[in-house]
């Protein structure tokens, strides 16, 4: 048999669900084992320490996934020792390849958030104002320590080099079997590539009006899925309901909105677009009757940055205008 592709797992700062799809696969996965060999999954699944990964061999893992941004100083010092230790690092989820939800947290200061989380919350009890510090003597002779927050967040790309990128919050469990499939056979694109079916969510989608016969029409209303039920037969775009089917990569199957909730973006941008945000708002706007419809799409709709940059905040030229930081990124 051939030799074993030796793999790797990383959650940096994420919430693993990324990794969920993977265990989603199921009996599939336990039938891909026998071409892969998992050298290092943690902290999720192995409870590995820093030098155990430290103490492998450079290049001496073949395919490594890193799912979650750059977060913290552990996430930073993680991905790079992962990345000096692979062959081929694939960012792997929104986070990784976008900054993901949490990413949105660029929008605020670190003071901010720090107030949020551990002060004003109306669930937190600390009358003290006790925060977390990265360093703390306990007892007067043990140091302490925790990965300290970074200013900024980042995409994996930013701090180390990627040679491949995977969308979805998290990647629909197919696409990953097919991919892992992809990566046994070899049959890969281009290093710098997104991984995906090349298809948008809208020609995944069960109604598609160019698939259902429907006519295309301008909207004249906005709503939110909190006012109406979507009929499921139509195209939720033109029903008022936004919708960035048209602008996402479609390889989950179109999973949202099977279940009558718009696409938000997570797959990823389809190919050529640079600023996926920006294209967003410009294919909604373009999909509007008039100015009185915008208006009422602002007004449904008061954070345009939280909902365009949802999951691509950190990728976006938005995100570089508001906080300067692009040079200063680890």
Request: charged letters at 20%; aromatic letters at 8%.
């Amino acid at each position: 048999m051939a030799e074993k592709i030796k793999t790797a797992f990383l959650l940096a700062g994420g919430c693993a669900g990324c990794e969920m799809s993977v265990v989603d696969l199921s009996e599939h996965l336990v039938d891909a084992l026998d071409s892969l060999e998992i050298v290092f999954w943690a902290p999720t699944v192995l409870d590995a320490k820093y030098s155990d990964l430290e103490a492998m061999p450079d290049k001496s893992i073949d395919l490594a996934f890193v799912d979650g941004m750059i977060r913290n100083t552990e996430n930073l010092h993680t991905v790079k020792v992962l990345r000096d230790k692979s062959k081929v690092l694939v960012a792997f989820g929104a986070c990784a390849s976008m900054g993901g939800i949490a990413a949105m947290g660029d929008l605020h200061t670190k003071e901010e958030l720090f107030q949020e989380a551990y002060k004003d919350s109306f669930s937190t009890d600390n009358p003290d104002n006790v925060y977390p510090s990265p360093e703390y003597l306990l007892d007067g002779k043990y140091n302490l320590t925790l990965p300290a927050i970074l200013d900024h967040c980042s995409t994996l790309d930013q701090v180390v080099d990627v040679d491949y990128f995977v969308g979805g919050c998290p990647p629909n469990y197919t696409f990953v079997g097919k991919l892992v499939n992809a990566i046994i056979a070899g049959d890969l694109p281009p290093a710098g590539s997104w991984l995906t079916n090349g298809k948008a969510v809208c020609d995944v989608c069960k109604r598609n009006p160019a698939t259902t016969n429907q006519e295309r029409f301008l909207v004249d209303e906005v709503k939110r899925t909190c006012d109406d039920r979507p009929d499921p037969e139509i195209c939720l775009l033109q029903q008022g309901f936004m919708c960035f089917g048209p602008v996402t990569q479609g390889d989950c199957g179109g999973s949202c909105l099977n279940v009558n909730i718009p696409c938000r973006g997570c797959g990823g941008p389809i190919p050529g677009i640079k600023d996926f945000g920006a294209r967003c708002a410009s294919m909604l706007a373009s999909s509007m009757t008039d100015d009185a419809t915008a208006q009422k799409f602002m007004d449904k709709f008061n954070n345009m940055a939280k909902l365009f940059y949802r999951y691509s905040h950190t990728t976006s030229k938005l995100n570089h205008a508001i906080a300067g930081h692009k040079e200063d990124t680890p």
